[in-house]
């Protein structure tokens, strides 16, 4: 079960046990382990609730001292769970008080039926008020659903590391494929920062497998920064947004600093077999990433809107494979990475591989005045056996080359743009 791979045996035993029909599970059996010390009290508490809201203080969570809260928080999805189960409505929410709530262990709820939740808020007072500090090298929260039929709604809290390489600190799961016409995910007002100055950071903010249209809106991400950062913390958090086999996602003012990745948009079906479609990325943020956006899928798939953006990498900013119906348009692009970096390979702001009918317009290939001196190589578009491209109305203001075409590529337009003296306009690799 690839949603548990990083969960203790333990865990992963508990989530084998609870994939059972909706109709087996029980709060009294199913209730996770580590919560079982304390399910007298838990019981007790999750009878108390007559409503769908849920207060993890009610199950002994305290947000004012230091101590693990993650059993508590536990027994407060499981009373959920089970109280959603036996209601009409089928939705519940959890609302975290101020404080700050430390998770030892990552809490998880395994094979979520429609039977069981159609809906689910976890939300907290903003993400400066209500803290889930990561104590473990696991995460936070990981939900996993056996449709794809649930929406979540993710608001109002900050997720904190508190070591180098705490998990995943968001991670969801469904089945993937079918067609919802519902998001899957809303997340917004959230944040994914360790405190300033330290070199703390999630291996994974968000991993997504499956969603449906899920809605990614001003969230901010963050690994290892300062000026006392080495180059190596600066890229220890793998990737901010790991959005796998997941359909037409949205992120609007979403920041990523600090990791090797920004987003990634990835499917593993082999050629042939139809992957996700559709992407939408505006008024966002990619900063010191080796590569800012990825998009990729085995076969040729439909739709990418990116815009109005800013991606400062170090290697690639846009990398897109198999990909048609394409627009890039009104975006700032930097060549970045730390300024006392040792650059050893050609960086590329754009780069299609087997991509066709794309645009690509009105987009600023600049060098920050602190890079001047930068002397490494650089080519603003690549098209890599791509083909029937429109290039139109960029302004290529950096050294290097403005268009390199590779392979196969024929078709492509390259008309009204503007070049700073010495860039060279075009080339032609076979």
């Known amino acids: 079960m690839l949603a548990f791979a990083i969960f203790t045996d333990k865990s992963v035993a508990l989530a084998q046990r609870s994939v059972a029909p909706s109709h087996n599970y029980d709060f009294q059996r199913d209730c996770h382990p580590e919560s079982s010390q304390n399910a007298q009290a838990g019981h007790q508490a999750c009878d108390k609730f007559k409503g769908l809201v849920f207060n993890p203080e009610a199950f002994g969570a305290n947000g004012n001292d230091d101590l693990d809260d993650s059993v508590a928080i536990q027994a407060t999805f499981d009373c959920m769970r089970h109280k959603s189960k036996i209601s009409a409505a089928k939705s519940a929410v959890v609302r975290f008080p101020p404080g700050r709530f430390v998770f030892d262990h990552p809490v998880s709820l395994a094979g979520i039926t429609w039977r069981e ?66 998001r899957s995910l809303i997340m917004r007002d959230v944040e994914f920062t360790p405190n300033p100055e330290e070199k703390n950071y999630f291996d994974v903010a968000v991993r997504l497998h499956g969603a449906w249209r899920p809605l990614i809106d001003n969230v901010m991400v963050a690994g290892p920064f300062g000026p006392r950062v080495s180059n190596e913390d600066i890229y220890a958090m793998r990737v901010c947004f790991q959005l796998e086999e997941s359909y037409n996602p949205t992120l609007v003012n979403a920041k990523c600093w600090s990791a090797k990745t920004g987003l990634a948009v990835v499917s593993s079906k082999p050629p042939g077999k139809r992957g996700p479609e559709g992407l939408m990325v505006t008024l966002s943020n990619f900063v010191m990433v080796k590569t800012g956006i990825l998009l990729e899928t085995g076969s040729i798939e439909p739709g990418a809107f990116i815009s109005h953006s800013h991606v400062n990498a170090s290697e690639t900013g846009i990398l897109m494979k198999n990909r048609r119906f394409g627009i890039i348009s009104n975006n700032l692009f930097y ?23 794309t645009t690509i317009n009105d987009n600023i290939f600049h060098v920050p005045i602190r890079d001047k001196d930068y002397d490494g190589d650089r080519i603003m578009i690549e098209l890599d056996n791509s083909r029937n491209c429109l290039l139109s109305q960029n302004m290529f203001n950096s050294p290097g080359i403005a268009v390199v075409e590779k392979g196969d590529s024929q078709g492509n337009s390259v008309n009204q743009n503007f070049f700073l003296r010495g860039v060279k306009h075009s080339e032609r690799e076979r």
């Open 117 to 182: 939740i159609h809906g689910l808020t976890i939300a907290g007072e903003g993400p400066q008020v209500t803290v889930l500090a990561s104590r473990n090298d696991k995460g936070v929260l990981h939900l996993d659903f056996k449709q794809r039929r649930h929406t979540v709604t993710l608001q109002g809290l900050r997720f904190e590391p508190t070591k180098r390489g705490s998990g995943t600190a968001f991670e969801m799961t469904q089945i993937s494929g079918g067609n919802q016409h519902r």
């Open 335 to 357: 060549f970045g990475g730390p300024r006392r970096q040792v650059h050893t390979q050609t960086y590329k702001d754009i780069r299609l591989v087997n991509s066709e009918l």
